[in-house]
């Protein structure tokens, strides 16, 4: 079966500072690999996605993700963050992007000045 | 392009009553929507698969009986919460399949609040 980690609850930065934040994986096959972003009672934002190629993958909003298939990760990356970034970060995988997603349980990102 | 609504954006009823979300594709054909259930700070579950003309599939564990999932038309979903009760109190999320780009992607509606009294 198909799962999703993802190690922290909550992660705390300044303006301006790097951040990353982790996504491990558990799937049989090829996996589709995707990061989302939820604003408080909003839906799912579609930040970047890998389903084959190039192992670093760029998206929108400065963010990018690498995918490392020997260590089973697919880890969210920001140079600079901006107080708009704080959100719930969800990392999903999936046979497909159209078949049905399995999520992690999201990483809450708090901007500090 | 590829924008999904759901309607209504927050709903609450009594306790016993039945709730009926929307989920709209605006500018594509969805032949497949999702439906998820967030609790509050958790993570999206997958309550069932929804496929214009046919019947839903359901993720085990989840009441088809309470959960009434309708896909009449390309466009729209709906999901009915029946006889609903204060545990039914979640967001509600759906997503639907871009055919015409390849169905790579899901693209997900704004969510709709149900809360239960």
């Known amino acids: 079966a198909q799962s999703v980690t993802q190690p922290d609850i909550h992660i705390t930065v300044s303006e301006g500072a790097s951040l990353e934040l982790r996504c491990n994986y558990s799937y049989g096959a090829t996996p589709y690999l995707f990061w989302y972003v939820q604003s408080p009672g909003q839906g799912l934002q579609l930040l970047l996605k890998?389903?084959?190629?190039?192992?670093l993958v760029q998206g929108i909003k400065g963010f990018e993700a690498e995918f490392k298939r020997s260590q089973s990760s697919f880890n969210l990356r920001k140079p600079s963050v901006h107080w708009s970034d704080a959100a719930e970060y969800f990392c999903?995988?999936?046979?497909?992007?159209?078949?049905?997603?399995?999520f992690g349980t999201g990483t809450r990102l708090t901007i500090i000045p | 392009g590829a924008v999904v609504s759901q309607h209504p954006s927050w709903v609450i009823c009594k306790s016993g009553t039945s709730v009926k979300i929307e989920c709209r594709s605006l500018?594509?054909?969805?032949?497949?929507m999702f439906w998820y259930r967030q609790f509050p700070k958790q993570s999206l579950m997958l309550m069932a698969t929804?496929?214009?003309?046919?019947?839903?599939?359901?993720e085990q564990g989840v009441e088809k009986d309470k959960f009434l999932i309708n896909h009449a038309s390309l466009t729209l979903s709906t999901l009915t919460v029946t006889s609903a009760h204060p545990e039914d109190s979640s967001f509600y999320i759906c997503?639907?399949?871009?055919?015409?780009?390849?169905?790579?992607?899901?693209?997900f509606g704004p969510g709709t609040r149900l809360t239960v009294l």
């Open positions: 890998y389903f084959s190629g190039d192992t």
């Open positions: 999903a995988v999936g046979p497909g992007g159209n078949e049905k997603l399995t």
């Open positions: 997503s639907a399949r871009d055919q015409g780009r390849g169905g790579n992607e899901q693209f």
């Open positions: 929804s496929n214009e003309g046919s019947k839903a599939t359901y």
């Open positions: 500018d594509f054909q969805a032949t497949t």
